[in-house]
């Protein structure tokens, strides 16, 4: 039963990114929010924390009840204000609280969650207020538009839609369940929302300016309480990181997160952000805010002593690099990282990378593979990686048995099924954003800015992704190609502008100049 409402759940979201009417779309959304905590309470059922709950049927009534007003007077708030929700769904991205639910404790994106919970009451709100497909956001499904979209962007909810099915499909051949309920339910499910939310408001140029503003505040609160911590010595949260700590020469921090390596994903994605307005910003006030942001960033980065986050940051700047100066020089800087990395990599470890020296990544890895290859066609399971590993290999106290390497992962759990439909979505999500880039990268500054920064943060994404995993369940992965999906166009179908130049949907729609060739030099979008 549990399995079948795990399917049940993950098909609801997959049509609710597929749907073309509006209403239809949040409808499907809004049933599989609900249905996403029924199937972890009842996971976890005999919890003590659930035991608890229903030990004190009133108490948890009042709090239900308490949560539902405050989402619906939030919701009041977004119908308002619609120029709010982005911005707002930025800023919930990067926060997870830790929570007991009985059999462990759990880092979950509470902010996140009521964000997004808002928003789709608030837009249930506006199609039953205004009919399907009245308000913003029309009648096609995100990203499906295809006389607005490329040929493979229109084709990523699609590509998230079977990715998602299939997941849950393949969490029957786990023997224990539980983690891939929680990826649905906690995860998956939320951040298909998510999606939805985002790619039907195609980004203009004060929305981005807001979301810009977001990032830069909160990596330098985020970078000033990395600064505490690495000046005090004093770490929250992570009992194995404040262990570590003490057995080395060096101190990581790791901020208001759980793991110093997803707080320099963080901060290298905001960076990435941070130096497109350096490379695309005409604004003097602009450049030398964006920079100076980015160097406080940077040292924040330099103190979590996440390799992971490093070489990803080195990745998105690459693609930045080959984006706005061309190809040739985009190679030329990838070949000095490179030198350089592998350089610094001979230097720190001898000549070889250990298995120690890349956090037990080695044997992650050559386990992994073992596992595909004794499940070839379906894998071991959905969610299953880290108990096959341990039932297989063991794994000391202290040692992380999840899987840090996404391609592994989906290989060891889902056979070559689920690595054929991977192979498919990165096809689909790169080709796109490559696409977005314009035919002829070798011309410098060909593409839009947008464009440039989605390539780079995704690049940043993927990159880590090798190193840490968590591609699919982290909500930047979903955010990003939402903004994709939404605000893109191919440079084949920009309208021309005054001079030559060529504007993108973003630009046309951001108020920053005219984007029908009109006399004066729109602004860069971003």
Same mark, same amino acid.
Request: aromatic share 8%; proline share 5%; net charge neutral.
């Given at each position: 039963? @549990?399995?079948?409402? *795990?399917?049940?759940?993950?098909?609801?979201?997959?049509?609710? %990114?597929?749907?073309?009417?509006?209403? *239809?779309?949040?409808? @499907?959304?809004?049933?599989?929010?609900?249905?996403?905590?029924?199937?972890?309470?009842?996971?976890? &059922?005999?919890?003590?924390?659930?035991?608890?709950?229903?030990?004190? $049927?009133?108490?948890?009534?009042?709090?239900?009840?308490?949560?539902?007003?405050?989402?619906? @007077?939030?919701?009041?708030?977004?119908?308002?204000?619609?120029?709010?929700?982005?911005?707002?769904?930025?800023?919930?991205? $990067?926060?997870?609280? /830790?929570?007991?639910?009985?059999?462990?404790?759990?880092?979950?994106?509470? /902010?996140?969650?009521?964000?997004?919970?808002?928003?789709?009451?608030?837009?249930?709100?506006?199609?039953?207020?205004?009919?399907?497909?009245?308000?913003?956001?029309?009648?096609?499904?995100?990203?499906?538009? $295809?006389?607005?979209?490329?040929?493979? %962007?229109?084709?990523? #909810?699609?590509?998230?839609?079977?990715?998602?099915? @299939?997941?849950?499909?393949?969490?029957?051949?786990?023997?224990?369940?539980? !983690?891939?309920?929680?990826?649905?339910?906690?995860?998956?499910? /939320?951040?298909?929302?998510?999606?939805?939310?985002?790619?039907?408001? $195609?980004?203009?140029?004060?929305?981005?300016?807001?979301?810009? &503003?977001?990032?830069?505040?909160?990596?330098?609160? %985020?970078?000033?309480?990395?600064?505490?911590?690495?000046?005090?010595?004093?770490?929250? &949260?992570?009992?194995?990181?404040?262990?570590?700590?003490?057995?080395?020469?060096?101190?990581?921090?790791?901020?208001?997160?759980?793991?110093?390596?997803?707080?320099?994903?963080?901060?290298?994605?905001?960076?990435?952000?941070?130096?497109?307005?350096?490379?695309?910003?005409?604004?003097?006030?602009?450049?030398?805010?964006? #920079?100076?942001?980015? +160097?406080?960033?940077?040292? +924040?980065?330099?103190?979590?002593?996440?390799?992971?986050? *490093?070489?990803?940051?080195?990745?998105?700047?690459?693609?930045?690099?080959?984006?706005? &100066?061309?190809?040739?020089?985009?190679?030329?800087?990838?070949?000095?990282?490179?030198?350089?990395?592998?350089?610094?990599?001979?230097?720190?470890?001898?000549?070889?990378? *250990?298995?120690?020296?890349?956090?037990?990544?080695?044997?992650?890895?050559?386990?992994?593979?073992?596992?595909? =290859?004794?499940?070839?066609?379906?894998?071991?399971?959905?969610?299953?990686?880290?108990?096959?590993? =341990? =039932?297989?290999?063991?794994?000391?106290?202290?040692?992380?048995?999840?899987?840090?390497?996404?391609?592994?992962?989906?290989?060891?759990?889902?056979?070559?099924?689920?690595?054929?439909?991977?192979?498919?979505?990165?096809?689909?999500?790169?080709?796109?954003?490559?696409?977005?880039?314009? !035919?002829?990268?070798? =011309?410098?500054?060909?593409? /839009?800015?947008?464009?440039?920064?989605?390539?780079?943060i995704y690049a940043v994404l993927l990159v880590h992704s090798l190193g840490y995993a968590a591609f699919f369940t982290d909500p930047v992965t979903w955010a990003v190609l939402a903004f994709a999906a939404g605000t893109l166009v191919p440079l084949g179908e920009r309208a021309p502008r005054s001079g030559g130049e060529e504007t993108t949907a973003a630009e046309g729609s951001g108020g920053d100049g005219p984007a029908d060739g009109g006399a004066s030099e729109p602004q860069p979008v971003t």
């Amino acid at each position: 039963m @549990l399995w079948a409402g *795990t399917v049940l759940c993950a098909a609801l979201a997959a049509g609710g %990114l597929l749907a073309r009417d509006r209403r *239809t779309r949040y409808m @499907l959304l809004a049933a599989a929010l609900v249905l996403a905590p029924i199937l972890v309470i009842g996971d976890n &059922w005999d919890s003590g924390r659930v035991a608890d709950l229903r030990d004190r $049927p009133a108490f948890a009534a009042v709090g239900l009840a308490a949560a539902l007003a405050a989402l619906y @007077l939030g919701a009041l708030v977004i119908r308002a204000r619609p120029a709010l929700l982005v911005p707002l769904l930025v800023a919930a991205l $990067p926060f997870r609280i /830790p929570v007991d639910l009985g059999g462990g404790s759990s880092n979950l994106l509470l /902010p996140l969650y009521a964000v997004i919970a808002v928003g789709v009451i608030a837009a249930l709100m506006g199609t039953q207020a205004a009919g399907a497909g009245a308000t913003s956001g029309a009648s096609d499904g995100p990203g499906s538009s $295809p006389s607005s979209r490329g040929p493979l %962007l229109r084709y990523i #909810s699609l590509a998230l839609a079977v990715v998602l099915v @299939l997941y849950a499909l393949q969490s029957g051949l786990a023997e224990e369940i539980s !983690p891939a309920v929680q990826n649905v339910g906690f995860f998956l499910v /939320p951040f298909a929302a998510l999606f939805a939310l985002l790619a039907e408001q $195609p980004l203009d140029g004060a929305t981005l300016r807001r979301v810009l &503003w977001v990032l830069a505040i909160e990596g330098v609160l %985020l970078a000033l309480v990395a600064g505490y911590q690495y000046a005090a010595r004093d770490l929250f &949260w992570n009992d194995k990181v404040i262990a570590g700590n003490e057995a080395h020469p060096y101190f990581r921090v790791n901020s208001l997160f759980f793991d110093p390596n997803i707080f320099g994903r963080y901060l290298a994605i905001s960076m990435v952000a941070l130096a497109t307005v350096v490379a695309y910003g005409r604004r003097r006030a602009e450049l030398i805010g964006a #920079s100076v942001v980015f +160097a406080i960033l940077l040292a +924040a980065l330099v103190v979590t002593y996440s390799q992971s986050s *490093t070489i990803a940051l080195i990745a998105g700047m690459l693609v930045l690099i080959a984006a706005r &100066w061309g190809i040739a020089q985009g190679v030329g800087a990838g070949i000095a990282a490179v030198l350089l990395v592998a350089a610094a990599i001979a230097l720190i470890s001898g000549g070889g990378l *250990t298995d120690e020296d890349s956090s037990g990544r080695k044997g992650l890895i050559e386990g992994g593979v073992e596992m595909a =290859k004794d499940e070839p066609l379906l894998g071991v399971g959905s969610g299953a990686f880290a108990d096959e590993f =341990k =039932k297989r290999y063991g794994a000391a106290e202290g040692f992380a048995a999840v899987s840090h390497t996404e391609p592994i992962t989906v290989l060891a759990e889902q056979g070559v099924v689920g690595f054929a439909a991977y192979l498919a979505f990165l096809a689909v999500t790169i080709g796109g954003l490559v696409a977005a880039l314009g !035919p002829r990268l070798a =011309k410098p500054a060909r593409g /839009p800015a947008l464009a440039a920064a989605l390539t780079g943060i995704y690049a940043v994404l993927l990159v880590h992704s090798l190193g840490y995993a968590a591609f699919f369940t982290d909500p930047v992965t979903w955010a990003v190609l939402a903004f994709a999906a939404g605000t893109l166009v191919p440079l084949g179908e920009r309208a021309p502008r005054s001079g030559g130049e060529e504007t993108t949907a973003a630009e046309g729609s951001g108020g920053d100049g005219p984007a029908d060739g009109g006399a004066s030099e729109p602004q860069p979008v971003t």
